[in-house]
């Protein structure tokens, strides 16, 4: 034993990759391989002209700031600048409910640690995104699941969940929940089930946490902008802490996402923040704040939901050629992501290897459950690859669950 | 009690502000204010138009990594372009060996999260950097000082104060040192000591964390480059937990820091680092590997060097006139910190809010004291005045510390 391993924290020693960004690096040896794992936005929508000209006036500028440390809670100015924004959404705030992350990566993380001491009871859906339960489970949360239905969570299972884990004694701090077009379901929670989980919130003293990155993106045919209206914007009581980020919008390189949350929470997350990076890139920062002001983020937002919708399109037409009776799914109403159920039996992590040779990849659906269940599933993102690798890596993937499933059992791993 | 109250973590519950962040905020409100407060660069030592002309050519390029989501390792080229560097200091690794971090601050988190359990000891020196301090604390460590001299880290000292910790059962799981150039006193570690401090470390089985944000920046009227080796570069046996960063070198704007260590530390580090914030901004780290290939990095270093040296003696000749008999102090021989006592008996805390009346703004010293000790000393940044500004800001804190010192006790707090 090394004097490292012999100094490792309990979490330190237990510390194990994330399934999709092992994914992504089983992708970057393959460039014939067409990947459907990670939920990187389409390339071709970044408005490079923009940030091209942005940088350019920002840099020539000379303004001392640009290049210097920031302010922890984030460039005033940008704070500023969210604000009527939020509004427009519904929610009320000022810049003192708001605190700058490095990505929406960094509040889960932070939230996490303001929330959670060891054995503290975190409730997610069933399944949920696997960044949020890492940062759970790094503060040694325990993780307990509630099944969703088609219109969102089930309400009676998360009354159910509640009354069994507070029956045990459990400590539950919070409920996280994704309601605009899950990861990785794309499921959208209905505006009824909204009103309730707030009204659940109150009565049951947990606060949620409500995730947001995919709320602008809803797909015109069959989502308005109203029924992706946030938890947050009816929450007057200070019961949601809401997370939005411009990773889906502008560019993910760009972390650059934020906290909305009463200030009492935000200037404890602050000091959480000054820890654990003290602040945030500022250039990001500004090259954010110049794609608000001059306009560029809202006229990339048409665009962006039509980019999307029609790789959806493309998405459920393929499966629907290659894959019906072989597979369930429900084209989502906006996001990244289209869901997939094989027949039970199926295993979708065992698939992989074989997957890998056919040249095509997807996230296993097991990861995304902390009940152990969800063998049968996949995550399939249709944002990144172009259409015409969209139709030939379904037709790569039908084949892979076909051979599967001829075979009666489940795909055995490749190699010892 | 609000609904977050009740849910707050332990560690959520005891979160308060740094004093140097704070001493930031007080700074931004008074324009006439000069701060030696913060250790931030020289805004007009930034390499402006190569900044410029590298963003320009990155994002006429279109190249998509540019703005995508990026390996939570860091970009591989900038990974690559650092092993040379390190060679050069005598610092053999590859890029298994490193992971790149949003600041070092990010460093010091997740190597603490790696290492320390709540409880576990941490040994820290008499004084230290405010953000490792905070880090540590993060997650529950008990610190404990180990004292300094002249050339740095009292070694008799450090033995004793193991010694007592094993005899009482304490895991100590590092020893964290800034060699060069300390913050916040200054001072350089000897050659000498840090081998000892090396065969200490492997003698006690104790991990060293050394963090080096300053070691370019020595001045060449009294310090040579071998004078900062770092102890990380006789280092066979993977005792030493590297950092560096280019905060202090190009611009603290762009987040970018790196570990080194022992693959085994690195690969649970990367783990860690993707349930922090996924990935460092993708745009700083192009930025700053095009500075490092550009040459943009290598020129700026002399240059850095001579107007930190010529701040320095700046400073050195403003407190000669205006403090001998006062205070005392030792130039230091790089880095952006002088360390100034006091007489026993005043306070600098308490003499903060004269001086703010007076417009000059200091760090007080006893945050940097785990031991909570230091009440008559104070850190003056030379890094970010100009020139004339350090002369009248020395000028004003001779007038400040003289009231104080008349008084024959220390200043009262203002205010209620």
């Not at 000209?53 to 302010?71: F, K, N, S, T, W």
């Not at 884990?165 to 379901?185: C, D, H, M, S």
């Not at 602040?279 to 665009?303: H, K």
């Not at 969209?390 to 490749?414: H, N, Q, Y």
């Amino acid at each position: 034993m090394t004097v490292h391993e012999r100094a490792f924290s309990r979490m330190g020693a237990q510390l194990t990759g994330s399934a999709i960004r092992q994914m992504g690096i089983l992708a970057a040896g393959r460039p014939d391989l067409i990947s459907f794992a990670p939920g990187y936005p389409d390339p071709d929508t970044f408005a490079w002209d923009a940030y091209r000209d942005i940088a350019d006036d920002l840099l020539r500028a000379r303004e001392a700031d640009l290049l210097q440390y920031g302010p922890t809670r984030g460039y005033a100015p940008l704070l500023e600048a969210l604000v009527p924004r939020l509004r427009r959404q519904g929610v009320a705030c000022t810049t003192d409910d708001l605190l700058l992350t490095t990505g929406s990566q960094q509040a889960l993380d932070l939230v996490t640690r303001l929330f959670v001491d060891p054995g503290d009871v975190v409730l997610v859906e069933l399944p949920t995104f696997t960044g949020a339960i890492a940062a759970f489970r790094s503060a040694g949360a325990r993780l307990v699941g509630v099944r969703q239905e088609a219109d969102g969570l089930d309400l009676a299972h998360l009354d159910e969940v509640l009354a069994v884990e507070r029956a045990n004694g459990a400590r539950v701090k919070f409920l996280y929940v994704i309601p605009n077009f899950q990861n990785p379901t794309g499921g959208l929670l209905s505006l009824a089930k909204r009103r309730a989980l707030l009204d659940w919130s109150r009565r049951a003293d947990v606060l949620l946490v409500e995730d947001d990155p995919y709320g602008d993106l809803w797909f015109p045919d069959v989502t308005r902008a109203e029924d992706t209206r946030p938890i947050k914007a009816d929450d007057d009581e200070g019961q949601v802490v809401y997370l939005q980020s411009t990773s889906k919008t502008l560019a993910p390189a760009l972390r650059t996402a934020w906290v909305v949350a009463p200030p009492a929470v935000i200037e404890r997350l602050d000091v959480a923040k000054q820890s654990a990076d003290l602040c945030s890139s500022t250039l990001d920062q500004r090259l954010v704040l110049e794609a608000i002001t001059r306009g560029v983020l809202d006229a990339q937002l048409p665009r962006l939901r039509e980019t999307y919708a029609h790789k959806r399109d493309v998405m459920a037409g393929a499966l629907a050629r290659e894959c019906t009776g072989l597979a369930s799914w429900a084209p989502p109403r906006g996001g990244f992501f289209l869901w997939v159920q094989l027949p039970e039996g199926l295993d979708t992590r065992a698939m992989l290897p074989a997957a890998v040779e056919a040249n095509v990849i997807y996230v296993a659906g097991a990861p995304f459950f902390v009940d152990g269940s969800g063998h049968h599933a996949l995550r399939l993102a249709f944002c990144a690859a172009s259409v015409s690798r969209i139709e030939d890596g379904i037709a790569r993937l039908a084949g892979v669950i076909r051979t599967a499933a001829a075979s009666g059992r489940p795909v055995p791993p490749a190699g010892p």
